[in-house]
């Protein structure tokens, strides 16, 4: 799986088996070993993330806190996206 970076114990990564077409962009989040069912957070085309479902049931002050990491690096995740699946959508 596509590390993009780390916060403490948790992984935020790209899911390599995205199908065809291609998902939104989006984000997984996980404690440890990366899953295809972990928390999904989808990128918005504002620069925003918003919650697609928190299945690795990662506490919710410290999803924000991941959540706004993650817009912080916005740009840096989109180049990534795009190199890695060499398209892109949003969500919204």
């Known amino acids: 799986m ?6 403490g114990e948790y992984w ?3 899911w390599a088996n995205e ?3 291609v ?3 989006h984000v997984h989040i996980a404690k440890g070993k990366p899953t295809e069912d972990a928390t999904k957070v989808w990128l918005t085309s504002a620069g925003k993330c918003l919650l697609c479902n ?3 049931r ?6 924000r806190n991941i959540m706004r990491m993650i817009e912080a690096r916005n740009a840096d995740i989109i ?3 795009y190199s890695y699946f060499n398209e892109i959508s949003y969500y919204c």
């Open 2 to 7: 596509p590390q993009i970076f780390r916060m």
């Open 12 to 14: 935020i990564y790209f």
């Open 19 to 21: 199908n065809k077409p």
């Open 23 to 25: 998902e939104p962009i």
């Open 54 to 56: 928190n299945n690795s």
């Open 58 to 63: 990662i506490p919710m002050h410290t999803l």
């Open 79 to 81: 180049k990534k996206w």
